[in-house]
């Protein structure tokens, strides 16, 4: 299958860590990513991860992975009012093109 | 700011009207993609194209004609549209088609269908 779950919202207040997950069902991925789309514009690449890794971090982002159960979150340190946006995971199937299946999108809203 | 850039932004079209999105990117990439978002959903892939050759159409209804006429264009022809394909259309491109290759994104093109 290709379907991508990602909770519909999550609020944190400022200064805070966020963490949102993704559950995807083809294990046949191959790399993983986070996209995060604010209002009126189009999807800002954060991070991606290869499915062979379990954890990247970069600066304020941590990526994880959990293979076995198909499972990936982004962890977002100290939640600032700017990282208030829809965000998407997306997994790129096997195969010759990169075809990407996005989640639902999760809405990430930051109380100042 | 991103490094693909959409234009129009915002395009109000009649459903007898013919009109054309525009996509460019001077990163070099080699693939180029179109993808359609409705309100409060994912991206969902129409059209892809791979060093300039169509490689990917996802059964996506004749009214949408693409056209790549060089590596650093990709353009979106509308013809007969209905108010239903109303929705952001979002252009990306990747260094190369192939699944090691993160898709950059443009600000998309806002059509509403009247």
Same mark, same amino acid.
């Given at each position: 299958?290709?379907?991508?779950?990602?909770?519909?919202?999550?609020?944190?207040?400022?200064?805070?860590?966020?963490?949102?997950?993704?559950?995807?069902?083809?294990?046949?991925?191959?790399?993983?990513?986070?996209?995060?789309?604010?209002?009126?514009?189009?999807?800002?690449?954060?991070?991606?991860?290869?499915?062979?890794?379990?954890?990247?971090?970069?600066?304020?982002?941590?990526?994880?992975?959990?293979?076995?159960?198909?499972?990936?979150?982004?962890?977002?340190?100290?939640?600032?009012?700017?990282?208030?946006?829809?965000?998407?995971?997306?997994?790129?199937?096997?195969?010759?093109?990169?075809?990407?299946?996005?989640?639902?999108?999760?809405?990430?809203?930051?109380?100042? | 700011?991103?490094?693909?850039?959409?234009?129009?932004?915002?395009?109000?079209?009649?459903?007898?009207?013919?009109?054309?999105?525009?996509?460019?990117?001077?990163?070099?990439?080699?693939?180029?993609?179109?993808?359609?978002?409705?309100?409060?959903?994912?991206?969902?892939?129409?059209?892809?194209?791979? !060093?300039?050759?169509? /490689?990917?159409? #996802? *059964?996506?209804?004749?009214?949408?004609?693409?056209?790549?006429?060089?590596?650093? =264009?990709?353009?979106?022809?509308?013809?007969?549209?209905?108010?239903?394909?109303?929705?952001? !259309?979002?252009?990306? /491109?990747?260094? #190369? *088609?192939?699944?090691?290759?993160?898709?950059?994104?443009?600000?998309?093109?806002? =059509?509403?269908?009247?």
């Amino acid at each position: 299958g290709e379907d991508v779950e990602q909770s519909l919202f999550l609020s944190v207040r400022e200064g805070d860590s966020s963490v949102i997950n993704c559950t995807y069902t083809d294990s046949s991925s191959t790399y993983l990513y986070w996209y995060k789309q604010e209002p009126g514009a189009g999807l800002q690449l954060l991070t991606y991860i290869f499915s062979n890794m379990d954890m990247k971090q970069d600066q304020r982002l941590t990526v994880l992975l959990n293979k076995k159960d198909k499972h990936l979150s982004l962890r977002i340190a100290d939640t600032q009012t700017g990282d208030s946006a829809i965000y998407f995971c997306a997994e790129s199937l096997r195969g010759a093109t990169n075809k990407l299946i996005f989640g639902t999108g999760t809405l990430l809203a930051v109380q100042p | 700011d991103t490094e693909v850039t959409q234009t129009p932004k915002h395009l109000v079209m009649g459903m007898t009207n013919k009109k054309s999105l525009k996509c460019e990117q001077h990163m070099g990439h080699r693939a180029m993609y179109w993808y359609k978002q409705k309100a409060k959903k994912p991206p969902e892939l129409m059209f892809v194209y791979s !060093y300039e050759k169509l /490689s990917i159409n #996802e *059964s996506v209804p004749s009214r949408f004609s693409p056209e790549c006429p060089n590596s650093s =264009l990709l353009n979106l022809h509308l013809h007969a549209l209905q108010p239903e394909d109303s929705a952001l !259309y979002l252009c990306a /491109s990747s260094q #190369e *088609s192939g699944q090691n290759s993160p898709l950059h994104f443009g600000n998309g093109t806002r =059509l509403t269908v009247t």
